[in-house]
């Protein structure tokens, strides 16, 4: 798996604005919290609850679209609205939420610290710990806030996010030892 990072360049967190979405960016700052591993589906598993024929469906875009009918071609019922996901048998993938606040050296006077979600996948869950100076490389992402999650209609703000393909510890903070520059995710 190729991780870049080293840009020319890194970008502050108060400057990221919409030219930026979907574009490779890195920033600098403290790692203030890090949440619980939790599971994030890749491909779901559906049995039909008629005839138990099987189909595997990859996640697009955060969403696995439940198959709606048992095909025929496949060898299944030709049933419809009859697939069940079996949990046990999908595949997850390790995911976790970092937050990333801006160092007081890098705050103008009378603000308050910037911050930024980041998500981190596989090998780079764990790999920072709060109290780290990091330099995370990722891709800048923007998604629509929905008002309900059940409801389709979705606000004109949106939540932005990095999501990480690579960290770089300038310093470990003091729950993490006093180990300086190491790498993570190469």
């Known amino acids: ?41 890749k491909v779901g598993y559906f049995v039909c609850e008629v005839c138990g024929a099987t189909r595997a469906i990859g996640i697009d875009r955060g969403h696995v679209e439940e198959p709606q009918v048992c095909d025929q071609a496949d060898g299944g019922c030709g049933s419809r609205g009859c697939f069940q996901m079996a949990h046990n048998r999908c595949t997850f993938a390790d995911k976790q939420m970092v937050r990333l606040q801006e160092t007081p050296a890098e705050v103008p006077a009378g603000e308050t610290p910037a911050s930024l979600l980041l998500f981190c996948h596989d090998d780079l869950v764990d790999a920072v710990q709060p109290g780290d100076r990091v330099e995370a490389t990722g891709v800048y992402r923007a998604q629509p806030r929905r008002v309900n999650p059940k409801i389709t209609k979705v606000k004109a703000v949106y939540k932005t996010y990095l999501d990480v393909i690579h960290f770089q510890v300038v310093e470990r903070g003091e729950a993490g030892g006093n180990r300086a520059s190491s790498e993570s995710g190469n």
């Open 1 to 41: 798996q190729v991780r870049p990072h080293g840009l020319d360049s890194t970008s502050h967190m108060r400057l990221l604005d919409p030219c930026d979405v979907d574009a490779l960016v890195s920033v600098r700052g403290m790692v203030v919290r890090t949440s619980p591993v939790v599971p994030d589906l």
